[in-house]
């Protein structure tokens, strides 16, 4: 799909970040940049504690910053801007009218394939919504993660529900797509609200409420393989000698499309193996490699 040429799909590419973060949000930026270029593509940035020179460059840049509203009677004036932006993702057509498919990408992720960009959206107009689950053979084991997830999951959808989330594939919502008009978007928000009412909680469940609606409403969605949604802290990249990239820590070591920095990955440094032998450590930032190492904008600001 060319989402350059008349005709095709208004896109807008949604993200947030406050001003310490900025430093990932431009790492994401310049790796869609070929994308963000077609007339096709638009961007926005949900304000959640940006300084006004940091508005002024995205602004500078074409970047519409919007501040996250309140949503399902959620008082604004008791949680963090951050847990707005989460809040809000269910209504991203509310605030963004008028295009037909809308990709929230977390400023923590940064494109290694730019196709990929290309294929979340063409999954949201086939499928109606396209996402990543975590169901990787190269992921490590977590014993506490399961067990977080268990306990969200039981708080926020009974044991019932829990045991059929737990078999199902988890799904990232650190980068998705979905077209306007899509099921997706009121199925979420009504499954957000409900979680909500039982738990007190927004989050865990931003992420979870999607997952639920997904499996247990039965929605149309193309699910992309963890290369398009890499979680670098669960299993730490390697570098492919022969691609220049970094790709996943097992055979046939297929580049990463997208790798993503949550958690801990924003601050680490790993010690990354080569498929040619030896090894180097870096953070993982866009624009490390074995002959560039980086350390973490975050460890920089300590």
């Not at 980068?175 to 009504?190: E, K, L, V």
Request: glycine share 8%.
């Amino acid at each position: 799909m060319d989402l350059g040429v008349a005709g095709s799909p208004r896109v807008m590419v949604v993200t947030a970040s406050d001003s310490r973060f900025l430093p990932f949000l431009q790492g994401m930026l310049a790796s869609i940049q070929p994308r963000l270029a077609r007339p096709a593509v638009s961007i926005a940035c949900f304000d959640i504690g940006l300084l006004p020179a940091d508005v002024a460059l995205l602004e500078a840049a074409d970047i519409e910053v919007v501040r996250p509203r309140a949503h399902l009677g959620v008082d604004p004036a008791s949680v963090r801007p951050a847990l707005l932006s989460f809040l809000a993702r269910p209504f991203l057509p509310a605030y963004f009218p008028n295009h037909d498919v809308y990709l929230w990408i977390d400023s923590d992720v940064w494109l290694q394939d730019i196709t990929v960009f290309d294929d979340y959206v063409a999954g949201a107009l086939a499928n109606g919504m396209a996402i990543t689950h975590e169901r990787a053979r190269a992921y490590r084991f977590q014993p506490w993660l399961l067990g977080w997830t268990g306990k969200h999951f039981l708080r926020g959808y009974g044991p019932v529900d829990t045991a059929r989330l737990l078999l199902h594939r988890h799904l990232n919502a650190g980068f998705f797509a979905i077209r306007a008009g899509a099921p997706h978007w009121q199925a979420w928000a009504d499954r957000y609200a409900a979680a909500m009412a039982r738990t007190g909680d927004l989050v865990p469940h931003d992420q979870f409420a999607l997952n639920h609606a997904i499996y247990a409403d039965h929605l149309p969605t193309r699910f992309l393989p963890p290369r398009y949604n890499w979680i670098c802290d669960r299993g730490i990249p390697m570098w492919n000698d022969s691609a220049g990239a970094f790709c996943e820590p097992a055979a046939p070591y297929k580049p990463i499309g997208a790798l993503h920095l949550a958690g801990p990955a924003k601050v680490s440094r790993y010690v990354i193996r080569r498929t040619g032998g030896q090894s180097f450590e870096t953070c993982l930032v866009r624009g490390a490699g074995p002959d560039s190492p980086a350390v973490s904008p975050l460890a920089e600001q300590v």
